[in-house]
């Protein structure tokens, strides 16, 4: 990308490849590229140069909306500032992402995943009127209402404090054991990073191993 009249490179060189069920972390200090990489292998930006594929599609051959048919039922997505929209409950932020695709048995779907991350009594609250953790909560169930193949976490405990934190992160990593899904975490936190079964550290714009478990490659 340009910055001015000068050219600007957040990722060089970079190859990754990861498996089915596996949970990856990608650590790395502020400004290193972390979300930048996400939105990539998210589809949700394009590269300048290279190849992407998700689920085995080239993504540089779809167009915007192309890439988001390809998301649509597979991916989730649980972000530092929940994204929730402010103008729908609890239960139809859950429910927006079977809408879209479109889904069946939208409201008894979305009011079970609710019911998993403990805010069954919450169902009809607008975003404001819960707590950071109970956003997060929501947004958790959101990202798995669709029973995803993938799932993208961008420092998901980045607006919540500790305690809270450990819960929220808790609560993903036991839903992603018992979903199968594949989970991509990016975060500062070390030693979140290493409850996954690879932990990368992104630097000068290339990823390295920096812990790996279960056989997984880099």
């Known amino acids: 990308m340009k910055s001015g009249e000068r050219e600007l490179v957040i990722l060089d060189q970079l190859s990754l490849e990861v498996e089915r069920g596996e949970s990856v972390a990608i650590v790395g200090s502020s400004g290193a590229g972390k979300s930048t990489l996400l939105g990539l292998l998210a589809g949700l930006d394009t590269p300048t140069a290279g190849e992407l594929e998700l689920f085995g599609q080239s993504l540089r051959a779809l167009d915007e909306d192309g890439r988001a048919a390809l998301r649509a039922g597979r991916v989730g997505f649980v972000f530092q500032n929940f ?9 139809e932020n859950v429910m927006l992402p079977l809408e879209l695709a479109p889904r069946q048995d939208v409201a008894a ?3 079970y995943w609710l019911t998993r991350v403990g805010l069954e009594a919450r169902l009809d609250h607008l975003p404001k009127q819960l707590s950071g953790g109970e956003q997060q909560r929501v947004a958790v169930a959101r990202a798995f209402v669709g029973d995803p193949d993938l799932v993208f976490a961008d420092e998901p405990t980045g607006n919540l404090d500790e305690e809270t934190g450990k819960r929220i992160i ?4 036991t ?4 979903s199968g899904t594949t989970l991509i975490l990016v975060t500062h936190d070390l030693s979140l990073a290493r409850r996954c079964d690879r ?7 290339t990823l390295k191993t920096v812990e790996q478990r279960h056989g997984a490659e880099a």
């Open 170 to 173: 808790d609560l993903l990593f």
């Open 83 to 91: 994204q929730l929209l402010p103008t729908l409950t609890a239960m």
């Open 175 to 178: 839903l992603n054991r018992e």
């Open 109 to 111: 779907k979305s009011r």
């Open 199 to 205: 932990c990368l550290t992104l630097e000068g714009g």
